[in-house]
């Protein structure tokens, strides 16, 4: 994660003030794992198949696993813009996309994500959900397409695999 991106760029560490704003407009407290993270690494750009690219295991509720590609570990400010995206009508949302609660953390190359869960019965929990056009919670798209990925931040980070072994 020291490693410099493929175009040589370092990483920009994500300051407390952008932490500190991210938890005042959104009324939540984000992990101190998470906290640390960012402080050291920043938001990242995970892309590249030589340096950054990680696949993240996913256990559906129905037992089905899969792989999920982690491209990029969103900044504050960027988890607040995808949450926007899905969930305001601005974007031509007929309702909200995703779980009441829940923040975009990573990217893929598509509408994958690896999600923040801020609700507070199931504080810290890193779940996984492909965002389909449509409400969540309307037949064919809630919770039950929505994986298990780690029961925090911690674990998450921990069993990261890079794409290339």
Same mark, same amino acid.
């Given at each position: 994660?020291?490693?410099?991106?493929?175009?040589?760029?370092?990483?920009?560490?994500?300051?407390?003030?952008?932490?500190?704003?991210?938890?005042?407009?959104?009324?939540?407290?984000?992990?101190?794992?998470?906290?640390?993270?960012?402080?050291?690494?920043?938001?990242?750009?995970?892309?590249?198949?030589?340096?950054?690219?990680?696949?993240?295991?996913?256990? *559906?509720? =129905?037992?089905?696993?899969?792989?999920?590609? &982690? @491209?990029?570990? !969103?900044?504050?400010?960027?988890?607040?813009? $995808?949450?926007?995206?899905?969930?305001?009508?601005?974007?031509?949302?007929?309702?909200?996309?995703?779980?009441?609660?829940?923040?975009?953390?990573?990217?893929?190359?598509?509408?994958?994500?690896?999600?923040?869960?801020?609700?507070?019965?199931?504080?810290?929990?890193?779940?996984?959900?492909?965002?389909?056009?449509?409400? *969540?919670? =309307?037949?064919?798209?809630?919770?039950?397409? &929505? @994986?298990?990925? !780690?029961?925090?931040?911690?674990?998450?980070? $921990?069993?990261?695999?890079?794409?290339?072994?």
């Amino acid at each position: 994660m020291n490693t410099p991106d493929e175009m040589g760029r370092v990483h920009r560490p994500v300051t407390n003030p952008e932490i500190d704003e991210f938890e005042r407009s959104e009324g939540v407290t984000l992990p101190d794992s998470l906290k640390s993270f960012w402080s050291k690494y920043g938001s990242r750009d995970l892309n590249s198949k030589k340096i950054f690219a990680f696949k993240t295991k996913v256990v *559906f509720p =129905d037992g089905k696993k899969k792989k999920a590609d &982690v @491209g990029a570990i !969103a900044s504050p400010g960027k988890m607040i813009e $995808a949450r926007q995206r899905y969930i305001d009508p601005l974007y031509g949302n007929s309702g909200d996309w995703l779980p009441a609660g829940v923040y975009p953390l990573t990217f893929d190359s598509g509408y994958g994500h690896c999600l923040l869960d801020l609700n507070a019965d199931t504080y810290g929990r890193i779940l996984y959900i492909v965002v389909k056009a449509k409400t *969540f919670g =309307d037949a064919g798209y809630g919770w039950d397409h &929505v @994986g298990m990925v !780690a029961k925090d931040f911690d674990e998450f980070l $921990a069993d990261l695999t890079p794409d290339y072994l």
